[in-house]
């Protein structure tokens, strides 16, 4: 028998499809449960189609798992019509099996495997869902409590409800509508948020992350290790954190403030709101778009890397290191922290003791005096209370009050900070270290390993000054990339 009962109330052969359902006429067995105690208490076979309307009742009543086909995987052509019924506890769908919940209740431990399916379009999933092996669970409607799901199993969201506390392990979770509620943990699965709400404190690990607009991911969500998200658009909520070992590109869309970065924020587009933290370890790299008041690298060693945009007061603490290549900063604080700036503008700069402070390009001045040194080499100043002028690197004028007195507003620079400006020798930039200039070749990477390999500070371009190392080969060899002007 294809349909395995203990019990069966009334049985009726269905004749047209509902809402929902398949065509009948695709089944060998059609089976209409409908009306008080219409009950089938044992399992589902091959080739039947099961509507549970009003009052119907699919469940085991021996203690047993109810089986919606074995669990071997090898019954075909099953479905289930919940249109106003109850499925009952404990009941596995196993292999080529879909599920519909149009209306009524699924109950507790509804466990798919197998690649089995479930559709959600009204009523409610009560609790302890649980999806593995290949299966598919679409909600489109209806409210879904706790699920899991693992071992490859896809789910897709545009409408409804997902509970808090939900778990899934690889596969995919696609959220385009809806409300998922809190606490989601997404591991080692293919994630987009492209609308609907989530949740606050969800947690994303090992995965790959898609947010678009029009979704909205609530307070407090984890990029965790090994997480590559990508931001179009959308937005997110308060004190989001990127994890070391994850990373977060943005190119449009807003984030809300107190977001913390232990690995990797790129932003070229949209807004980042204020009292962004940058950790020892964590990199933001800023080529477009706005961050609010209040990024502040950390002590320990953040890491800002500045080529465009527009930043609001900017703090660097101890070990902290910055890069100026292009856009703006409202105001910039060095506290023991280092920063090179070679384009780009800021509005009040702040460079306290124990800080250093290199600028590149050239036509330097100390109150009018013309700074002269060897090209490429660090030549620090020592100067205060006068005027700092020159041309950056990228054709930006600049202009510093070297004052040893702070005053709110202006320019500070302590006399015991570090001082240098940096004026490239002749090339097209500070790679092209030799002939023929204005084109980087084979002999520009001959003469920085030259120079390398004797200790020569002039190829000194990176933090910590005074000291030759592997941060500025990567230097180096990113200037190289760059290439020169055509």
């Keep these: 028998m294809f349909i395995r009962t203990s ?8 004749t047209v499809a509902v809402s929902g359902q398949s065509d009948p006429a695709n089944f060998e067995f059609v089976v209409n449960l409908q009306g008080e105690d219409r009950t089938i208490s044992g399992s589902v076979g091959s080739d039947t189609q099961v509507n549970v309307f009003q009052f119907g ?8 798992p109810f089986l919606i086909g074995d669990t071997d995987g090898s019954d075909e052509n099953i479905e289930i019509n919940v249109l106003g019924g109850a ?43 649980t999806a593995t092996d290949g299966s598919e669970v679409v909600i489109a409607g209806g409210a879904v409590g706790p699920l899991f799901s693992g071992e490859n199993s896809d789910i897709a969201i545009s409408g409804g409800s997902l509970g808090a506390d939900a778990s899934i392990t690889g596969g995919s979770l696609i959220i385009s509508g809806g409300e998922t509620f809190e606490r989601l943990i997404v591991e080692n699965a293919t994630v987009e948020f492209t609308g609907g709400s989530i949740g606050n404190n969800a947690a994303v690990i090992n995965s790959s992350l898609l947010i678009a607009s029009p979704a909205f991911v609530g307070p407090g ?28 590109e943005m190119q449009d869309g807003t984030i809300a403030d107190n977001a913390s970065i232990f690995g990797e924020l790129v932003v070229s587009g949209g807004a980042v709101g204020s009292n962004t933290r940058v950790f020892s370890g964590g990199v933001a790299r800023v080529s477009g778009g706005t961050v609010a008041d209040g990024l502040r690298l950390r002590r320990g ?25 292009g856009g703006s900063i409202t ?21 306290d003791a124990g800080s250093t402070f290199n600028l590149v390009g050239s036509e330097f001045s100390i109150g009018g005096t013309p700074i002269d040194g060897p090209g490429n080499s660090p030549i620090e100043v020592s100067e205060r209370d006068v005027e700092l002028t020159g041309v950056l690197d990228d054709g930006s004028n600049i202009s510093i009050s070297l004052a040893s007195t702070a005053v709110d507003g202006a320019d500070f620079v302590a006399s015991s900070a570090t001082l240098t400006v940096t004026i490239p020798a002749g090339g097209c930039n500070a790679a092209d270290l030799a002939a ?7 002999a520009d990477v001959v003469a920085f390993l030259s120079g390398f390999g004797a200790g020569d500070l002039a190829i000194d371009f990176a933090a910590p000054f005074g000291t030759l190392d592997i941060a500025d080969v990567v230097e180096f060899l990113r200037l190289f990339g760059q290439g020169c002007p055509a």
Aim: hydrophobic residues 40%; negative net charge.
């Design 221 to 248: 969500l984890d990029v965790g290790e090994g997480t590559a998200a990508v931001m179009t658009g959308g937005d997110l909520g308060e004190a989001p954190s990127v994890r070391s070992g994850g990373s977060l």
């Design 57 to 64: 009742l699919v469940e085991s009543t021996t203690g047993s």
């Design 87 to 129: 499925i009952g506890n404990n009941a596995i769908a196993s292999g080529n099996v879909t599920i519909n919940l149009l209306e009524g209740v699924i109950r507790r431990a509804l466990t798919l495997q197998l690649g089995a399916s479930l559709n959600v379009e009204g009523g409610t999933v009560e609790q302890e869902l």
């Design 331 to 351: 105001d910039l604080t060095l506290q023991s922290a280092t920063a090179t700036q070679s384009g780009g503008e800021v509005g009040v700069y702040s460079v």
């Design 301 to 325: 060693g953040g890491t800002l890397e500045l080529l465009g945009g527009e930043l609001g007061e900017t703090i660097a603490e101890r070990d902290g290191v910055v890069t100026i290549e």
């Design 436 to 442: 023929p200039f204005g084109d980087l070749d084979v």
């Design 7 to 14: 019990s069966i109330g009334a049985l009726a052969l269905l």
